[in-house]
C-alpha cells in the first residue's frame, strides 16, 4: 500500500513484506523521488561495493562478462581480474602480476614490442 507522507518530506512510503511497517522509496517532489536515474546522473560520497566479491565474480564487473573486473582481495589490496582469474594486484607492498604472466609494453598499433616476465 503506497502513500505520501506529508509529515516526513513528502516522502513516498510502502507497506514492507512483513507488514509491520513502511518503506520510505523517496520524496515525491524530487526527480526520479531522489533516486539514481538507470543511465546518467551524480553520485556522492563514498561507494561501498560487496567485500566478499573474488576474482571470479569481482565486485565491479560488466554486464555480459562478469568474471572480469576489480575487487577486493584482502585489507589495502586490490585485485584485477579476466576471465574468473586474478591477473594483478596492488597493495602498498607494490604492483604484482599473477600467474607468472609478462608484463608488456605496446606500441600504439597493440604489437607487444617489449615483455618482462
Known amino acids: 500500500m503506497p502513500y505520501v507522507?506529508?509529515?516526513?518530506?513528502?516522502?513516498?512510503?510502502?507497506?514492507?513484506s512483513a507488514n509491520n511497517g513502511f518503506t520510505t522509496i523517496g520524496p515525491v517532489n524530487s526527480a526520479n523521488l531522489g533516486l539514481l536515474p538507470r543511465s546518467g546522473g551524480t553520485m556522492t560520497g563514498q561507494l561501498l561495493l560487496d567485500n566478499s566479491a573474488g576474482?571470479?565474480?569481482p565486485a565491479i564487473s560488466?554486464?555480459?562478462?562478469?568474471?572480469?573486473?576489480?575487487?577486493?582481495?584482502?585489507?589495502?589490496?586490490i585485485g584485477f581480474a579476466t576471465a574468473g582469474t586474478e591477473r594483478v594486484e596492488i597493495s602498498n607492498s607494490g604492483l604484482d602480476m599473477s600467474n607468472g604472466?609478462?608484463?608488456?609494453?605496446?606500441?600504439?598499433?597493440?604489437?607487444?614490442f617489449v615483455a618482462l616476465k
Open 5 to 16: 507522507d506529508t509529515n516526513d518530506n513528502n516522502n513516498l512510503k510502502i507497506r514492507n
Open 55 to 57: 576474482a571470479s565474480a
Open 62 to 77: 560488466f554486464n555480459g562478462d562478469t568474471n572480469t573486473g576489480i575487487y577486493r582481495t584482502g585489507a589495502n589490496k
Open 101 to 112: 604472466l609478462p608484463i608488456r609494453f605496446q606500441d600504439s598499433s597493440g604489437a607487444p
